[in-house]
């Protein structure tokens, strides 16, 4: 059973940052794509960044700069660190993971198989 469990969302002011953590659990997933993407009120699921098999990363262009997504050593837990973070950041993220031989680009969540609950993240201006 896969198992993806996000944590760390809260409400900040514009300029400060967050550090979002992502529970990796499941034997399927040893060699994976793992991807951060959020939902704002009345919007489309968007891609944040993705980190693929080989280690590359890939940003959305809105965050490049400002976010970094990374995985921990033991493959067990995805951070999204955010920094000056903008009100047009607010909104439900959710990590995801998809096994290797598939797509999973960032432009694309329908990619992704396995979704957590998410972690609402609000920024005031």
């Known amino acids: 059973q896969v198992q993806l469990t996000e944590s760390g969302g809260d409400s900040v002011q514009a300029g400060g940052s967050l550090a979002l953590s992502c529970a990796v659990s499941?034997?399927?997933?040893?060699?994976?794509?793992l991807g951060w993407f959020r939902q704002g009120p009345g919007k489309q699921r968007e891609g944040v960044a993705v980190i693929h098999p080989g280690g590359a990363i890939t940003y959305v262009d809105s965050v490049k700069g400002r976010f970094t997504i990374s995985e921990g050593n033991d493959k067990t837990t995805l951070t999204l660190q955010m920094n000056s973070l903008k009100p047009e950041d607010s909104g439900m993220y959710y990590c995801a993971a998809r096994e290797v031989g598939w797509s999973c680009r960032v432009g694309y969540p329908a990619d992704f198989k396995y979704w957590g609950q998410g972690t609402q993240v609000t920024v005031s201006a």
């Open positions: 499941g034997s399927a997933l040893s060699a994976r794509c």
